[in-house]
């Protein structure tokens, strides 16, 4: 059992995939989910030619059948997991720059059914996978912008940022970043929460001012911290963030 497994969602591109690789490179197999062969096969593909074990696997965090599926040959193929980075989200196409009071509830629905329901059901479905590991972690891959007290603070930078659907999806990860850490406390499984910062991605039209290398490396840290380490954290590249 020397070479972890780790599952990366939405692991087809952006930060999911440089994750993907910076966890390979260190040694782990790596399962890049995805929505389709079309998508998560080249990625696979290409990290295999560095000499990373890089497998696709069929996952769309909103689809429960794909989610078991995943979970079922995860099992079959490997028997435990000990890695899983919920990297899958989304923004919500029309709700940039609209205040709240403009802004569609189905939008919000949207944001949810991905940022935070997908999290939840991909969680249970391998965590049964991630006990069996003599230390299983959790990343939820969150944002600055899940954090309520910096958009309460009129001197924080995203206190103008005021994207309702993508905001409080994020917080709601937050939140349940902090009840999956309650309940696996004691045990051999981390449960963290980590945001890469503004990284230029398809999410943000790549308008971001780090790169999706910079992100990966704050993620696939969290994803890598040894015994001792936090769980139920908000974490950033310079360390804890405030909830």
Same mark, same amino acid.
């Given at each position: 059992m020397t070479t972890q497994i780790a599952l990366i969602t939405g692991a087809n591109k952006g930060i999911g995939f440089e994750t993907a690789r910076v966890l390979g490179r260190g040694g782990a197999t790596v399962l890049l989910g995805a929505r389709s062969a079309e998508r998560g096969e080249p990625a696979a593909a290409a990290l295999a030619a560095e000499g990373i074990d890089a497998r696709f696997v069929r996952l769309d965090v909103t689809d429960a059948d794909t989610v078991e599926a995943a979970a079922k040959w995860i099992d079959a193929e490997f028997g435990r997991l000990d890695i899983l980075?919920?990297?899958?989200g989304i923004t919500t196409t029309g709700a940039t720059g609209f205040p709240p009071s403009r802004t569609a509830p189905d939008l919000v629905r949207t944001a949810f059914e991905t940022n935070v329901f997908g999290v939840v059901a991909v969680t249970n479905a391998m965590l049964p996978l991630l006990r069996r590991s003599p230390a299983g972690r959790i990343v939820n891959v969150s944002s600055e912008l $899940?954090?309520?007290?910096?958009? $309460?603070?009129?001197?924080s930078p995203v206190h103008g940022v005021n994207l309702l659907p993508y905001n409080?999806?994020?917080s709601a990860l937050n939140a349940v970043t902090v009840a999956y850490a309650k309940e696996l406390a004691g045990t051999s499984v981390t449960v963290n929460a980590a945001t890469p910062g503004y990284c230029a991605t398809d999410l943000n039209d790549h308008a971001g001012h780090r790169t999706p290398e910079q992100g990966a490396s704050v993620i696939a840290g969290v994803a890598l911290l040894g015994d001792g380490g936090p769980t139920g954290a908000f974490l950033a590249e310079d360390g804890p963030l405030p909830w």
């Amino acid at each position: 059992m020397t070479t972890q497994i780790a599952l990366i969602t939405g692991a087809n591109k952006g930060i999911g995939f440089e994750t993907a690789r910076v966890l390979g490179r260190g040694g782990a197999t790596v399962l890049l989910g995805a929505r389709s062969a079309e998508r998560g096969e080249p990625a696979a593909a290409a990290l295999a030619a560095e000499g990373i074990d890089a497998r696709f696997v069929r996952l769309d965090v909103t689809d429960a059948d794909t989610v078991e599926a995943a979970a079922k040959w995860i099992d079959a193929e490997f028997g435990r997991l000990d890695i899983l980075v919920n990297n899958a989200g989304i923004t919500t196409t029309g709700a940039t720059g609209f205040p709240p009071s403009r802004t569609a509830p189905d939008l919000v629905r949207t944001a949810f059914e991905t940022n935070v329901f997908g999290v939840v059901a991909v969680t249970n479905a391998m965590l049964p996978l991630l006990r069996r590991s003599p230390a299983g972690r959790i990343v939820n891959v969150s944002s600055e912008l $899940g954090s309520l007290t910096l958009h $309460g603070d009129p001197a924080s930078p995203v206190h103008g940022v005021n994207l309702l659907p993508y905001n409080a999806s994020k917080s709601a990860l937050n939140a349940v970043t902090v009840a999956y850490a309650k309940e696996l406390a004691g045990t051999s499984v981390t449960v963290n929460a980590a945001t890469p910062g503004y990284c230029a991605t398809d999410l943000n039209d790549h308008a971001g001012h780090r790169t999706p290398e910079q992100g990966a490396s704050v993620i696939a840290g969290v994803a890598l911290l040894g015994d001792g380490g936090p769980t139920g954290a908000f974490l950033a590249e310079d360390g804890p963030l405030p909830w």
